[in-house]
């Protein structure tokens, strides 16, 4: 059974940035994928960016050249280092990590964009 745990979030005016962490209880580098979406209310999750074992990532949109993802394996932790935050970035955030074709996710961290 894996575990993960994001950290990281809060209040931020528009044009700030905000770093969230993920921390495994496991190895990243035996995950399949680890990926960060996002829920805003009365709205349905969203994939944010997700990085592949082999380093391969990907990114919405919405947040291409304002989002980056990484990971240290050392810390068996992922991070999203988000810049240029808007409004509409407010939401829940959430870790997510596959293991073995499994899905883990974590109970979310509060972003919150002020204008």
């Known amino acids: 059974q894996v575990q993960v745990a994001e950290s990281g979030g809060g209040l931020v005016q528009a044009g700030g940035s905000l770093r969230l962490s993920c921390a495994a209880s496991g190895s990243i580098l035996s995950a399949n994928a680890m990926g960060w979406y996002r829920q805003a209310p009365g709205k349905q999750r969203e994939l944010v960016a997700r990085?592949?074992?082999?380093?391969?990532?990907n990114y919405a949109g919405s947040v291409r050249g304002r989002f980056t993802i990484s990971g240290d394996s050392a810390k068996n932790t992922m991070y999203l280092q988000m810049n240029s935050l808007k409004p509409e970035d407010t939401a829940v955030y959430y870790c997510?990590?596959?293991?073995?074709?499994?899905?883990?996710w974590g109970r979310g961290t509060q972003v919150t964009v002020s204008s």
């Open positions: 990085i592949f074992s082999g380093g391969r990532t």
């Open positions: 997510n990590a596959v293991f073995a074709h499994y899905d883990y």
